[in-house]
Nanobody, 127 residues
């Protein structure tokens, strides 16, 4: 059974930083591309950053470019989301997701292209 478990969320002041972690189990980690999504109240789930399972290239939402960085550590079956210069509009539940490494890069931002999801971790940025 596949499990994705996020951690590291919390309350931070604007301008601060947080690092989220997502530990994966029950799957062959190298066979999956990984993504971080977020969902704010009343809004649709949106891609934050994703790593292609084949090329290793990352894809960032325009709203987080230059502030958020995604990385993966194969030895620990873990991906990370380093968030800096946080803004109140970054407040959301952040989800980790996995999809087949062979899935088309054109769908990397689409939640429906991901096979597995974590339970989410709350990030709140105060002004």
């Amino acid at each position: 059974q596949v499990h994705l478990v996020e951690s590291g969320g919390g309350l931070v002041q604007a301008g601060g930083a947080l690092r989220l972690s997502c530990a994966a189990s029950g799957l062959t980690f190298s066979n999956y591309g990984m993504g971080w999504f977020r969902q704010a109240p009343g809004k649709e789930r949106e891609l934050v950053v994703a790593i292609s399972g084949i090329s290793g290239n990352t894809y960032n939402a325009d709203s987080v470019k230059g502030r958020f960085t995604m990385s993966r550590e194969y030895a620990k079956n873990t991906v990370y989301l380093q968030m800096t210069s946080l803004k109140p509009e970054d407040t959301a539940v952040y989800y980790c997701a996995a999809r087949s490494r062979t899935a088309s890069v054109t769908s990397i931002a689409l939640p429906q292209s991901y096979n597995y999801w974590g339970q989410g971790t709350q990030v709140t940025v105060s002004s």
